[in-house]
């Protein structure tokens, strides 16, 4: 790809590096705008209705300055971007010249995303419809950071080692976001390339990078839950006809199934017949047999313990009657049932989707790592009978040889049963889990 100063694109905001975007010099400025050859941030162009800068801000809150720094790509400053008609200062005006002679140049690998869209939006003029956010910088995506351990061929058991010491920690903050006792916000978006990644001597630590897309609501506030419940749908994709119940690693599970019985009109369906044809959909077997999605190579193992277990009939019944509201209301009434269950599939983007997407990208490293992956699964589905509720089969996988992995692997096995393994009501057995303390779960881990 080509375009200097312009480093990566998403759907909604288009990002260059040193030398950042100017401000209009007729622009307000909000917070701190930094030197122009500043390498710790990055300049984020965005449309000016976009809420981003909401959510990072609420994040920042909700984590406090000191973990922010190290946890967040936090946003520094804002101002309106300069254009044609909406000239920089002067003493920045070739750093627009620049700027724009890089956006022209740049060659997504996606056509239509927000550098081209910007592109377009440049002729009219974008001061007046876009704003600037300045974001700190990170060292690498997880992507690039799993890319270079590869090419470097670093042993996998200590790529794994040092990626375990890191994952405590990670689930601290990931929880944070929904255990608030003001607000609350859920990042649905934590891919590959919105997971961070910063090194310090042996030691790695994750962090988030970019909020886009999201979903905040004050605690206590009966018009913030309203909204929040009112955007809840089309944030969990349960009123889109496009099959989001694959190809896309952060998605959480229920809310892939919840999908899948839209896109499919499955509503009226028994919650057999709705697994099973989610386990046997043909694209999804073709997908599960290339990708390196977790919830996708588990999804026989799944599907047959979650079929025996009454909570999680109970869950796909509650499920089937949001889809029937979806498909008659624009802002359905969910009851107190209702509420709780889509309460609890948002908490799983923050609690069980960056997991899935770290470990899909580690599965690149080796084929060893599949391979225990399969082993752990397989140890961990034996027993016959459903465990009680946080429990499951012991894995007796031999960590003392193995890669590591069995840790990641595990995590995710038992945060996918636990809502459903017990024997109590739904909405309490879900809110047990939610406030669950995530490290608990990762340390009882052997």
Known sequence: ???GAVIGEGVDGCVLSEPIWPCAASSKIIGKIPNAKDKTVVSKIVRRDDDESLYLEAANRILGPQLSV??????????????????????????????????????GDVPGLACDSLKKAFKKGITDTHKLMIISRYPSTLLEWVNTVGSKKIQVKYVMDVVNN??????????MFYKNKHEELINVDLHHMNIFTRTNGNNLQFGISDFGHSLLRLRNDEKSSRAYFATALSALHVNQDQPI??????????????????????????????MKRYLNEPDVKEFAG??????????????????????????????QGIIKKARIYQYPPFDEKEKVVIEFVLTR????????TIIEQLLYLSDELYEE??????????????????GGAAVDVDVSTGTGIHKLVTYINRMVTAPYSGKGSLVDSLNSVIAADLRAVWSDID
């Open 1 to 3: 790809m080509e375009g």
């Open 245 to 274: 119940y694959l190809y896309y690693r952060q998605i959480a599970f229920e809310a892939r199934i919840l999908n899948f019985c839209f896109v499919k009109k499955l509503e009226n369906s028994s919650p057999d017949e709705i």
């Open 349 to 356: 983007y923050m609690a069980i989707s960056p997991i899935v």
């Open 70 to 107: 190290l946890y967040l790509a936090g946003l520094k400053g804002m101002c309106a971007p300069a254009n044609s008609t909406h000239l920089p200062a002067k003493e920045r005006l070739a750093d627009f010249v620049e700027d724009k002679k890089d956006l022209y140049a740049w060659k």
């Open 290 to 319: 290339y990708a390196n999605d977790i919830l996708i190579k588990n999804l026989s193992h799944y599907t047959e313990y979650l079929l025996k277990c009454p909570l999680f009939i109970e869950m796909l019944e509650v499920m």
């Open 373 to 390: 992956l399969q082993i752990v699964t397989s140890e961990y589905f034996n027993e016959k009978e459903v465990p009680v509720q946080g």
């Open 166 to 175: 890191a994952i405590p920690s990670f689930l601290s903050v990931l929880q």
